[in-house]
């Protein structure tokens, strides 16, 4: 089991370093810009062996943000009131400046997700990692239409609040400032949220 662990973390180690110095070359030159041969060159492994952990090369960015794809699933297991759970976690997000939250103003965060937003390719590829997050949900949630639809509107909104936050960043304005008109967006869509969704609160 020792083993299996210290295997398992030496992998997770490998897929993060060859996305960190991706991701290095991408922002230095362009996503289009660089070769996967060259990313590959660049780790020290073959172009092979890069494509066996990232299938494609939108991957080797977009595995800064996999993890985050059952997060709201893994929010909402077990809880009474869903929409509650997912505004608190979003809202505890705000205040540690998480970089999903769209509220953080690191130059590398800033670069990431302009090298994100602004790359047609990742645009695209991020789609399936959104669809994925709300499967993922609408499971959670119990499964069937209804709970799909409840999946996309929450996964929209969150979507929706980061970006706005990231927008407002970008265009100059500093975190302090964002930061309590970020909190009052969340309360508002939440609350508007809960009103819409009350079917998925538990009557116990």
């Not at 295997?7 to 996305?19: A, I, L, N, T």
């Not at 660049?42 to 800064?64: C, N, Q």
């Not at 103003?105 to 695209?124: E, I, N, R």
């Not at 970006?163 to 100059?172: C, K, L, S, Y």
């Amino acid at each position: 089991m020792g083993e299996m662990g210290l295997r398992e973390r030496k992998k997770r180690q490998m897929y993060q370093d060859v996305s960190d110095i991706a991701v290095r070359l991408f922002l230095e030159r362009g996503f289009e810009a660089v070769p996967v041969a060259e990313v590959a060159a660049a780790a020290g492994i073959s172009k092979p062996t890069l494509f066996r952990y990232f299938p494609a090369k939108e991957d080797l960015v977009l595995h800064r943000i996999a993890d985050h794809e059952a997060e709201a699933a893994r929010v909402v297991a077990g809880a009474a009131d869903p929409v509650d759970a997912l505004r608190r976690h979003f809202l505890a997000g705000l205040e540690r400046r998480d970089p999903v939250t769209g509220l953080n103003d690191h130059p590398q965060v800033l670069a990431f997700h302009t090298l994100l937003y602004g790359t047609p390719a990742l645009v695209a590829r991020a789609y399936g990692h959104l669809e994925r997050s709300e499967a993922a949900l609408a499971e959670a949630l119990g499964g069937g239409l209804d709970a799909r639809l409840a999946a996309g509107q929450i996964i929209a909104v969150q979507r929706i609040l980061a970006q706005e936050n990231w927008r407002r960043i970008t265009a100059g304005e500093p975190v302090e400032a964002v930061a309590p008109e970020a909190v009052r967006a969340a309360e508002r869509a939440f609350g508007r949220l809960a009103a819409g969704l009350p079917e998925l609160r538990s009557e116990d």
